[in-house]
């Protein structure tokens, strides 16, 4: 089974501060993307990446960094957080194919900014 | 970019019943439509997917159609049971060889024992 795990589930920060969130997939994936859900709003795409140090933005960037140093781990980073980036947040990863592949969630993390 | 809207975004079906949500897409060049279940505090994970060359697609209770021309695809459930109560979200794909996906808004499912 495909293995997308966030090392955090639940965060507390405060405004202001650094925030990092972590993933880590297990398939080798080529592909791995940051979403962002919030109620009424679907799964909203922060940024993703296609490769090793790749990265483009998606839909919703601003305030938001990522760094993917390794293939399997892709790193989402909030220079200084905000309270309008209390969410819940998704990373995922996928294979590289011409037809469409399956994207597979991680269990998300759930930050407040306080 | 892809606009993908997604209705109702709340159902509320009997047991028994069939529930059916309806999405409408943006950008001609999408070729690929997946939907995501996503049960309470967990992770979403794909129910079934449809293709640009294909018209419908079933599994078991599960179908989905789509119409090219008028840009719109839809998820069938049947035979609706307690365990279909989730919130639903449609996806497209912006482009050939282009990994990205695009979400709708969601739909909340409830199904009334």
């Known amino acids: 089974d495909v293995k997308v795990t966030q090392s955090s589930r639940y965060l507390v920060k405060r405004t202001g501060e650094k925030v990092f969130l972590e993933c880590v997939q297990d398939?080798?994936?080529?592909?791995m993307f940051w979403y962002r859900q919030d109620p009424g709003l679907g799964l909203r795409l922060i940024y993703f990446?296609?490769?090793?140090?790749?990265?483009e933005k998606g839909d919703i960037p601003e305030g938001y960094s990522v760094s993917r140093e390794k293939k399997e781990r892709f790193s989402l980073i909030l220079e200084s957080a905000s309270t309008n980036q209390t969410s819940m947040y998704l990373c995922?990863?996928?294979?590289?194919?011409?037809?469409?592949?399956?994207?597979?969630f991680g269990e998300g993390s759930w930050l407040t900014v306080v | 970019g892809e606009n993908v809207e997604q209705h109702p975004s709340t159902l509320s079906v009997q047991e028994g019943d069939s529930a059916v949500i309806k999405c409408t897409y943006s950008d001609s060049a999408s070729n690929y439509f997946p939907w995501y279940k996503q049960e309470l505090g967990k992770r979403p994970q794909l129910i079934i997917d449809?293709?640009?060359?294909?018209g419908e697609k079933k599994d078991q209770r599960i179908a989905v159609t789509l119409n090219k021309t008028a840009k719109h695809f839809s998820l069938h459930i049947t035979e609706t049971q307690p365990e279909d109560s989730a919130v639903y979200f449609c996806?497209?794909?912006?482009?050939?060889?282009?990994?990205?996906?695009?979400f709708g808004t969601g739909t909340r499912l409830t199904i009334i024992p």
């Open positions: 990446s296609y490769d090793v140090k790749m990265k």
């Open positions: 398939m080798d994936h080529e592909n």
């Open positions: 996806a497209a794909r912006i482009s050939f060889g282009n990994e990205k996906l695009t």
């Open positions: 995922a990863s996928s294979s590289s194919g011409i037809s469409g592949n399956t994207i597979y």
């Open positions: 449809i293709r640009s060359n294909v």
